[in-house]
């Protein structure tokens, strides 16, 4: 693809502002880094403008990794202001995420984009499913696990987060407060968590998609620039407004809110994925 027409310019210009809004006040709301949202905006963009199918995922990723490093730093700053982020935790699990992230990434920038689409769709199902219907018990109170326990979860945490082009939060927010975290202070948490998966999550998606066919003009590897450069500042002031909204309302409410977003997201990414595979 050599370029783009001005109708399609406009397009991808107008679905990147919406997912900038939309993907920061979640980004603050939820310490979901926003990829939950830009991912599937993206997605359907590079879809209308014809981008080949075989790559299409890849590139939403990667975009949304290159976002969600800026998006989870003004996140976690809102709530580390709240007192939100346990750094005993960040610590004890951010290494293990880290090598996850580094093996998710490696894999999803080569393996079929149907495969991406059909991951990010069962992940968010099954999270909204328990973070809809299960009820947490009384006062919240951290399981007490090993490290290597601690280790195994950070390494599927950030494989699956990068393979999704989320920041963590879709897959640690429910973790951890199942793990008997608090639902603020796991979304606080999950918020500082986007920035490990984020940059290394981007720059390998850059590495495997570099010299690739039927990329957009201004791309590195899979990630494209101008998307970004829409997407970024929207969801660095946007964010703000979901950490504000984040502690403002109840935590059941939160968790509802959290688990209708991610249901309704899966929906569309499983019918998108019968209509490929029909197609």
């Known amino acids: 693809m050599g370029g783009l027409e001005t109708g399609e310019l406009l ?3 107008a679905v990147a502002i919406s997912a ?10 939820l310490g979901v880094g926003g990829g939950i949202v830009i991912v599937p905006a993206l997605y359907l963009s590079l879809s209308l403008v014809g981008m ?3 790559i299409t995922m890849q590139v939403a990723v990667g975009t949304s990794l290159a976002t969600i490093v800026f998006t989870s730093l003004s996140s976690a700053r809102g709530h580390h202001r709240k007192g939100a982020i346990d750094f005993g935790l960040l610590r004890l699990w951010g290494p293990s995420i880290l090598v996850g ?8 920038g080569v393996v079929s984009g149907l495969i991406l689409v059909a991951v990010f769709a069962v992940v968010a199902a099954l999270v909204a499913l328990d973070m809809i219907f299960r009820k947490p018990s009384g006062a919240p109170e951290p399981r007490s696990f090993s490290r ?12 699956v987060s990068a393979m999704m082009g989320i920041g963590g939060g879709t897959v640690c927010v429910p973790l951890l407060n199942f ?6 202070r796991a979304v606080g948490t999950s918020a500082a968590i986007g920035f490990i998966i984020g940059l290394p999550g981007a720059l390998m998606y850059i590495i495997t998609g570099w010299g690739a066919e ?5 791309s590195l590897g899979y990630v494209n620039l101008l998307a970004a450069a829409v997407i970024i500042p929207l969801t660095v002031v946007f964010a703000r407004v979901g950490v504000a909204i984040a502690h403002a309302i109840p935590p059941r409410a939160l968790r ?5 977003f991610l249901g309704l997201t899966s929906l569309r990414m499983f019918v998108d994925l019968y209509g490929q595979v029909l197609g």
């Open 11 to 13: 397009t991808l210009a």
């Open 179 to 184: 793990l008997g975290y608090d639902i603020r």
């Open 101 to 108: 992230v580094l093996l998710g990434a490696a894999l999803g």
């Open 256 to 260: 509802l809110a959290f688990g209708l």
């Open 20 to 29: 900038g809004v939309g993907g920061g006040i979640l980004a603050g709301l």
């Open 214 to 218: 039927g990329l957009l003009p201004f």
């Open 52 to 54: 080949d199918p075989a």
């Open 148 to 159: 290597p326990v601690w280790a195994g979860l950070g390494v599927l945490a950030g494989a």
